[in-house]
């Protein structure tokens, strides 16, 4: 049993610093979210071979625990990696939309974007505010 939490222990350190990364490519996101997927599956697996294991102890209900505990850790560790893919699937739908904007804007001859120098148009002067004690003139 010690040798399996070791063996998680060591998966979790090496998730983390594949999480500290930032990916650059789609084959990346996919990597992150297929790690994410087999870091559930053995999170699942450990709470099933700690439940036969712990059958030998005489703690079982502590021991059984401490399993769950340890799923919960790998499963908290999955979702942040499908956080960060999905963050950086996001990022790049932006990108995408934006650059397709800037590429219909040139397309149409206008831009969304103000000019660098361009000085901004002056505001229309408005009438000023109508005293309510005094009806307004006919024109």
Same mark, same amino acid.
């Given at each position: 049993?010690?040798?399996?939490?070791?063996?998680? !222990?060591?998966? #979790?350190?090496?998730?983390?610093?594949? %999480?500290?990364?930032?990916?650059?490519?789609?084959? +990346?996101?996919?990597?992150?979210?297929?790690?994410?997927?087999?870091?559930?599956?053995? %999170? @699942?697996?450990?709470?099933?071979?700690?439940? #036969?294991?712990?059958? &030998?102890?005489?703690?079982?209900?502590?021991?059984? @625990?401490?399993?769950?505990? &340890?799923?919960?850790?790998?499963?908290? $560790?999955?979702? /942040?990696?499908? #956080?960060?893919?999905?963050? #950086?699937?996001?990022?790049? &739908?932006?990108?995408?939309? +934006?650059?397709?904007?800037?590429? /219909?804007?040139? $397309? /149409?001859?206008?831009?969304? +974007?103000?000019?660098?120098?361009?000085?901004?148009?002056?505001?229309? +002067?408005?009438?000023?505010?109508?005293?309510? !004690?005094?009806?307004?003139?006919?024109?």
């Amino acid at each position: 049993m010690s040798r399996s939490l070791a063996f998680i !222990g060591l998966f #979790i350190l090496g998730l983390s610093a594949v %999480a500290a990364t930032v990916a650059t490519t789609d084959d +990346e996101v996919k990597r992150m979210r297929e790690e994410a997927r087999q870091l559930r599956r053995e %999170a @699942d697996e450990v709470v099933n071979r700690a439940r #036969i294991e712990c059958q &030998k102890r005489f703690l079982v209900n502590a021991c059984i @625990d401490e399993a769950h505990e &340890k799923r919960l850790e790998m499963l908290q $560790k999955a979702r /942040q990696l499908e #956080i960060q893919a999905r963050q #950086i699937e996001i990022e790049r &739908k932006k990108e995408a939309k +934006e650059a397709r904007e800037r590429e /219909q804007a040139e $397309k /149409q001859g206008t831009s969304t +974007e103000p000019a660098p120098n361009a000085p901004t148009p002056p505001l229309p +002067e408005s009438a000023p505010p109508a005293d309510p !004690g005094v009806p307004a003139s006919p024109q």
